[in-house]
């Protein structure tokens, strides 16, 4: 191979480079009769895990979503799998919404903008990435961080111009979102559950206690003002701190539910009906009556709250136990991912959609096509670094730069600068094995959105907010056939004068940020709404997104608990 460009130049024509290329990455299409049958069977297997998984839809103490009447200042923290964030949250509930107009144009102005108004303030927000030593160190030394870091947003309020002159209060209610499976008997502890996100943290630790036990010196007067050598003497020079007491610990899906549900107030016509994380990784939470949890689940909820009739699940649908329905699509790709985990087999949902994860099944991939498809197969030793080893071609990668690129010949230059191979390769990226990793890319974006689309559509089928039609069974030969539904003529619909928007609250890099993601999700939600015919109410299903939902959602559940006046600054 002494010309560096003909290994990709000049042994195929295009039409056949292209129909080599496509053949390869079929596994990876899905088509609406394969989507249509992966969310229908997601709505059983749900029902199944709601029953009798004691590791998947796990009752939580919210029992019912917040009003938008709550109001206060909390201390808020997000402990997420890459960053940490802590800030005062400020719920301002109804207070601007007085003025009512008797004219009908008027009202409806205001309606439109009592919707769009601002509810939820975040002040002194401060972050910090959590870094991998932290993620591995004891237990112990992790929390004393986090008690530092909550420690100096305390402080920095109790400074700041309006509060700086008032007695401080004695203790500062405050929410707490983990972005971590958990168990609780009530909102304000809780305690953790094996989990697969790169923490050395072990199951049945009891948050609430190792967090109060990190903050808890920044309470008492330093024994040694003067000495600055102490890594908290600087947090700590106002004197001791507010004692914390936390009134609501949360997952993120549920902190993203009650942010929205709070933040946005909705129209008479929509609802917030369910939340999900597409970030590094992946959860969905929703209300579920009672009556559709196993016995010992539902009396967990009822031995405390007599009256509950339902309770916010967080559903941890990646884990395997709600994941048989992906079997029939899963490919050797995604194989060779599962088995080179840290637990393998235990999320196959996440390690489909995960930020996590896309970059290196992205690499997968590519490496392989490269080194058995391509005409000819370039050898491992002749491909950058970033190709070859495991988890070095990131998510951030794949979305900044190849998701990003306008074209094959633009993004042919950028991988020349910026991921070149060995200097003693014979091979050079072209604008051929630009395109193929652009496509690969894409594909398994697309299948990721397709999938996320799919759980979401089986949950609200599973609790019966939609209706979700069984799929007929198909000839082998027409298994990958895409079946179209024609909407139906206008009589034949019985649909309400305002038809039924069901929201579904959305937060996490991967939905935000990845070029069309969150557009392919709603696509692909549309689509299998629309399969099912007409739905009660005319509902439909929307994505929205509830930006910084972990923070604010933390807050949220605060002021849900809080009694009047207790712990504000």
Known sequence: ?????????????????????????????????????????????????????????????????????????????????????????????????????TNGKERSRETIKKAQRQRVQRRLEKAWPIGEHLKMDKVDDLFAWIGDCIAEVVADRLSSSDVKHKKPPEELEMGITFSFPMMQDELSSATLMPMGKGFAMTA????????????????????????????SAKRRKLGPLPKLKIAAITNDTVATLSSLAYSVKSLPNSRVAAGIIVGTGVNATIPMPLTSLGAQKASLITSKAPQATSTVVNTEITIAG????????????????????????????????????????????????????????????????????????????????????????????ELKR???????????????????????????????????????????????EISLSEPSPLPN?????????????????????????????????????????????QRWIDRLVMKAGPQEGGKSVFLREARDGGIIGAGVLAGMESKEGTGSL
């Open 418 to 464: 910026v991921l070149p191979p060995p200097e003693s390769s014979s091979w050079s990226w072209s604008p051929q094995s630009a395109h193929a990793l652009r496509l690969i890319a894409r594909l398994v974006q697309s299948r990721s959105a397709a999938l996320i689309a799919a759980a979401t559509v089986g949950l609200l089928a599973c609790v019966g």
């Open 477 to 521: 030969n027409l298994v990958r056939t895409t079946a179209r539904v024609d909407s139906p003529a206008p009589e034949d619909v019985k649909l309400n004068s305002t038809p039924l928007e069901l929201v579904i609250a959305y937060t996490g890099g991967i939905i935000q940020h990845f070029p069309g993601f969150k557009e392919g999700c």
């Open 1 to 101: 191979m002494s010309d560096r460009e003909s290994t990709d130049h000049n042994v195929q024509g295009p039409s056949e480079f292209e129909k080599a290329l496509q053949a390869f990455v079929k596994p990876l299409v899905l088509d609406e009769t394969t989507v249509h049958r992966i969310a229908y069977e997601f709505s059983q297997v749900y029902k199944e895990c709601a029953l009798n998984s004691d590791e998947q839809f796990l009752p939580t103490p919210v029992t019912k979503l917040p009003t938008g009447n709550e109001t206060g200042s909390f201390l808020s923290i997000d402990v997420g799998g890459s960053n940490l964030r802590v800030a005062f949250i400020d719920l301002l509930g109804e207070e601007a919404d007085q003025e009512i107009s």
């Open 204 to 231: 049945d630790l009891n948050l609430k206690s190792v967090l109060l036990a990190g903050y808890v010196r920044h309470t008492r007067r330093p024994s040694s003002p003067s000495n600055d050598d102490e890594p």
């Open 322 to 413: 709600a994941c048989a329905p992906l079997i029939p699509i899963t490919t050797s790709w995604d194989q060779t991912l599962d088995e080179a985990c840290a637990r393998p087999g235990f999320q196959p949902l996440e390690y489909m959609t995960g930020g996590r994860y896309i970059g290196e099944l992205v690499r997968i991939i590519f490496h392989s096509y490269m080194t058995t498809t391509h005409d000819p197969p370039i050898l491992s030793a002749q491909l950058p670094a970033n190709i070859v080893h495991s988890y070095s071609f990131t998510t951030t990668f794949v979305s900044m730069t190849v998701a990003r690129a306008r074209s094959d010949d633009e993004l042919c230059g």
